[in-house]
Each structure stands twice: as structure tokens, then as C-alpha cells.
């Protein structure tokens, strides 16, 4: 069964190499790249769309321990999606200094990965404690970028 799913293989590779020998030059180009897709998010969309609602989850973990593999599976990966947030806002305009945003942004993106890692683990405290230094994070950036926030006594 395996040999026979090589030799189909072979024989495929055959064929387009056959093809090719006849094509005409024009379509021997190289075929332009399909466009890279344009990623148009604003931080604000980052944090009401995906930050705040995948933090709630982490945060839940401490009231209420997953009941299930399935249940820490889907928390680790809710974790990591914050994680991601991190590289979307350390990325294109929304990167708004190559300073003090960028380490917010890790300080973040270490959180959420300690916090996936907890619950990976499937360890409550682990994925508290890992929550707690998230939620430092986030009031951290926020002090400085946050611009409802920024004319609070530092
Ligand atoms: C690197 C900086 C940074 C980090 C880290 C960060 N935020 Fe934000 N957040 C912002 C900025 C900037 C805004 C304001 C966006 C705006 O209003 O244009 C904001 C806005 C918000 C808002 C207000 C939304 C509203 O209704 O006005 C909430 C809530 C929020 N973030 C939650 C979080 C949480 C939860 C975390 C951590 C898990 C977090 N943020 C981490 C930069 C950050």
C-alpha cells in the first residue's frame, strides 16, 4: 500500500515534469506571489476583541478550576490567542513607540505564555500566578497608553 502510494507520487512528478517541457516561455515565469493579507486592527480592537475576553477566561481559572482536559486544553490555548495579541500589537501602526509599548507588549506576551504554559500543566496556582503578573501587565501599559488613563497621577 505504502509502495503504491509512492510510486503514484513518481508518477505525478512525471506527468508536471512532462507538462512543463511543452509550456510555452510565457508560462515558464515565475507566478507572481498572491498578495500578503493587509491586517487593519487597531490596538482598541485587539483589546475589546480578543485581550479582555480571553483574560476573563485565564482569570476564571482562580474562581473556578476547569473541569476537564478539554476545559484546560481550551483555557492553555485562550492563554496562548493573548500571547498572539502581543505579536499583532508589536506589529504594523500599532506599534506606537519602539520603547516602553514594546517591553508592555512582552511583559504581556510572557504572561500569557507562563499562563498557557499553567494551564498546560493544568496547575490552578500556576495559571493565577501567571494571571496575576497579566494583569499587571495590562495596568502597567495602560498607565502610559491608555489615553483615558494616561492623566492619572503616575
Ligand atoms: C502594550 C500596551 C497594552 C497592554 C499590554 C494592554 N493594553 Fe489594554 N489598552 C491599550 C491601549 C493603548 C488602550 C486604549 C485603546 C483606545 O481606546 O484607543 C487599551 C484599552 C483597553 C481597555 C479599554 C477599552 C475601552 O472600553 O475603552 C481595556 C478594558 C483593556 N485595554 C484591557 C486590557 C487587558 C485585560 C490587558 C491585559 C491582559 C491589556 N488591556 C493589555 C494598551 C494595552
Redesign the pocket.
Known sequence: MRALAISSVFASVFVLAGCGQGAAPEQAAAPAAPPAPVSTV???Q???GL??P???I?WGVANEAPADDAAWEKVAATAAM?AEA?HL?STGSRV?DQGD??T??K??TD??TAAAAGATAKNVDQTSEAGNA??D??????M?????RATEAK
Open positions: 487597531t490596538s482598541r485587539i483589546m475589546l485581550v479582555i480571553a483574560a476573563d485565564v493573548i502581543g500589537m506606537v509599548w514594546l508592555y507588549v511583559a504581556m504572561a500569557a497579566l494583569y501587565s495590562c495596568d502597567t501599559c495602560h502610559k497608553y491608555m489615553p483615558a
